[in-house]
């Protein structure tokens, strides 16, 4: 975890959602509803399962509010092959369901959910490289 | 101020910089992505003490053991022996004390070494030739005083290293051995948990190392067998693994012949299919996945949607030399 965070009196979302051991609990089950989902899954279609899990997990990580150095440039960069592939507004927001979907599962808030959305929301332009 | 070492060099550590932060300050190119500890790009591994704990957040359990740490969050606690996942150290030489058919396409090589060597049964390493011509095979047993090595060497129809063994190698000629690689073996804990082991032809070397493992290390839970080739020749062991399953009540095996004209009292289907099949949910398992890379794409994917934690697959591909080109295999 990083040190360097600001520490403030009210929790954080990540301290609310439960920090790295909810991301934990969250990714394989994100994981596996975006790749069980054939709308969306080749665009997570990897060989290399660990490395999109991995990003998964940082994905989680940002939304649940936590530790990221992702700037909106690496997210176009990390995305552009994608959009070259077809991705798209109605992509983005399937994974927004599943996103929602995960957190549900996990029985979080719903005032921690729409939180969580919003960050993830954040970044659509830079994921369709708009 | 710690100290870091990676190859011939060593660097100072800044308080406060991470091993990351320091090699690339040096100009030493160590891949890197998040800076973060989430995506894994910086994995590297200290050659003499355990690394931070805190810098093996995420890593499989395999790896951890194995003093694999991600360089962007790693804070040396001590001075550190570093090396990237693809850097090899010293190698051993090992002299050839058994080389014995198993059939016609099939050798087991024994090896003996006497240098001090650490490994798990399932790992692999590079054998090398004198004339530098190098493949990797898994390692088939687990380790005891007797100092050997295990494995079980198809023979490839163009396959350089395999038929010199086959038709030239002789009983205590010398093979230079790597170091042990790779993250498919075993480990204690969870002695419960069901295991699903899922093997193609060659396959099965390190999958019999690691039920040999988790065996002696009396593993309680249910351990499944799966192992598929597409005719006779490509099956071995099975008397082996048949007297195993006597002596064992938690070990099963399930021999599948995937060929179209095979006639005998074997699973027909494709060793994959057949163990996917053979169970409602993974959900809770440990699974191990070696042999050929296709079948392991297609079971690692199965066996995740099927329930499986990503963290608890376990897989080792076997992929066929390209002319000129050396093995290489996946380490992960």
């Known amino acids: 975890?990083?040190?360097?965070?600001?520490?403030?009196?009210?929790?954080?979302?990540?301290?609310?959602?439960?920090?790295?051991?909810?991301?934990?609990?969250?990714?394989?089950?994100?994981?596996?509803?975006?790749?069980?989902?054939?709308?969306?899954?080749?665009?997570?279609?990897?060989?290399?399962?660990?490395?999109?899990?991995?990003?998964?997990?940082?994905?989680?990580?940002?939304?649940?509010?936590?530790?990221?150095?992702?700037?909106?440039?690496?997210?176009?960069?990390?995305?552009?092959?994608?959009?070259?592939?077809?991705?798209?507004?109605s992509h983005f927001d399937i994974v927004m369901e599943h996103l929602g979907a995960t957190l549900a599962e996990l029985n979080v808030p719903q005032e921690l959910i729409a939180q969580a959305a919003a960050i993830a929301e954040s970044t659509r332009n830079d994921v369709l490289g708009k | 101020m710690r100290s870091i070492t990676i190859g011939e060099s060593t660097f100072s550590c800044q308080p406060d910089e991470t091993v990351l932060e320091t090699l690339l300050?040096?100009?030493?190119?160590?891949?890197?992505?998040?800076?973060?500890?989430?995506?894994?790009?910086?994995?590297?591994?200290?050659?003499?003490?355990?690394?931070?704990?805190?810098?093996?957040?995420?890593?499989?359990?395999?790896?951890?053991?194995?003093?694999?740490?991600?360089?962007?969050?790693?804070?040396p606690e001590q001075d550190m022996t570093v090396a990237l996942p693809n850097q090899q150290g010293a190698s051993i030489n090992a002299v050839v004390i058994k080389k014995q058919l198993l059939t016609p396409d099939m050798v087991q090589l024994v090896l003996q070494y006497q240098t001090p060597f650490t490994f798990f049964a399932g790992q692999f390493v590079n054998l090398k030739r004198s004339d530098g011509l190098t493949r990797s095979y898994s390692i088939a047993n687990i380790p005891t005083h007797e100092n050997i090595l295990e494995?079980?060497?198809?023979?490839?129809?163009?396959?350089?290293?395999?038929?010199?063994?086959?038709?030239?190698?002789?009983?205590?000629?010398?093979?230079?051995?790597s170091e042990a690689?790779?993250?498919?073996?075993?480990?204690?804990?969870?002695?419960?948990?069901?295991?699903m082991l899922i093997g193609t032809g060659s396959g099965l070397a390190p999958l019999y190392g690691i039920i040999a493992d988790a065996l002696a290390q009396e593993h309680s839970g249910p351990i499944h067998l799966f192992h598929g080739s597409r005719d006779l020749n490509g099956l071995y062991f099975i008397d082996e693994m048949r007297e195993l399953a006597d002596k064992f009540d938690n070990f099963h095996?399930?021999?599948?012949?995937?060929?179209?004209?095979?006639?005998?009292?074997?699973?027909?289907?494709?060793?994959?299919?057949?163990?996917?099949?053979s169970t409602e949910t993974l959900n809770g398992w440990r699974v191990f996945l070696?042999?050929?890379?296709?079948?392991?794409?297609?079971?690692?994917?199965?066996?995740?949607?099927?329930?499986?934690?990503?963290s608890d697959i376990y897989t080792d591909a076997f992929h066929v030399a390209q002319v000129k080109k050396k093995f290489s295999r996946a380490a992960d």
């Open chain 1, 1 to 89: 975890m990083s040190d360097s965070q600001e520490t403030t009196s009210n929790p954080s979302l990540y301290e609310q959602l439960g920090g790295e051991a909810a991301v934990n609990a969250a990714v394989d089950i994100f994981y596996r509803k975006v790749l069980g989902d054939y709308r969306i899954n080749r665009f997570f279609d990897n060989s290399d399962m660990e490395k999109q899990a991995a990003k998964q997990k940082a994905f989680l990580t940002m939304a649940f509010g936590g530790p990221n150095n992702y700037s909106g440039k690496d997210m176009r960069n990390a995305h552009a092959h994608l959009v070259k592939m077809g991705l798209n507004a």
């Open chain 2, 25 to 75: 300050r040096e100009n030493i190119k160590v891949p890197n992505g998040c800076r973060q500890g989430l995506c894994q790009a910086c994995q590297m591994r200290s050659l003499d003490n355990s690394p931070p704990v805190s810098a093996q957040v995420g890593l499989k359990d395999t790896l951890q053991k194995q003093n694999y740490f991600l360089a962007c969050i790693c804070h």
């Open chain 2, 181 to 195: 690689q790779g993250s498919c073996h075993y480990l204690p804990g969870r002695e419960q948990q069901p295991l």
């Open chain 2, 290 to 310: 070696c042999g050929h890379p296709e079948m392991i794409n297609q079971s690692k994917k199965m066996a995740f949607m099927k329930g499986a934690s990503m």
């Open chain 2, 253 to 277: 095996y399930t021999p599948c012949l995937s060929g179209e004209d095979t006639d005998s009292d074997h699973v027909r289907g494709r060793a994959h299919d057949v163990a996917l099949s």
């Open chain 2, 151 to 177: 494995f079980h060497i198809r023979r490839l129809p163009n396959g350089q290293f395999s038929n010199w063994v086959y038709d030239e190698l002789e009983l205590g000629a010398q093979l230079a051995i």
